[in-house]
Nanobody, 121 residues
Framework: QVQLVESGGGLVQAGGSLRLSCAAS????????MGWFRQPPGKDREIVAG????????WYADSVKGRFIISRDNDKNTVALQMNSLKPEDTDVYFC??????????????WGQGTQVTVSS
């Protein structure tokens, strides 16, 4: 059973940066994908960024392209999300997930508990 634990959330002013980290345990091989998701109020959970564990291909939501960077360290079983030029609309709970591929949350059976990111204006 894969377990995911996020860290690094907090309060930051608009224009600032935060780095989220997700530690995975219980996985025996590095395959599939990991992603960061968020769920704005009243909306479905949406992809923020994803990365293939083998090969390192990445994908991003249009709203964060050029500002956020996802990376992985397969030796440490961690995935990070570097968030720069943060905006108040980035405020949300961010979830780490592990699964197959892509942007659909249904492709990800394993989820962390979430970490709060708050961006003040």
């Amino acid at each position: 059973q894969v377990q995911l634990v996020e860290s690094g959330g907090g309060l930051v002013q608009a224009g600032g940066s935060l780095r989220l980290s997700c530690a995975a345990s219980g996985r025996t091989v590095s395959r599939g994908a990991m992603g960061w998701f968020r769920q704005p109020p009243g909306k479905d959970r949406e992809i923020v960024a994803g990365i293939m564990l083998s090969g390192g291909s990445t994908w991003y939501a249009d709203s964060v392209k050029g500002r956020f960077i996802i990376s992985r360290d397969n030796d440490k079983n961690t995935v990070a999300l570097q968030m720069n030029s943060l905006k108040p609309e980035d405020t949300d709970v961010y979830f780490c997930a592990e699964g197959l591929y892509g942007s659909d949350p249904q492709n990800y059976p394993y989820w962390g508990q979430g970490t709060q990111v708050t961006v003040s204006s």
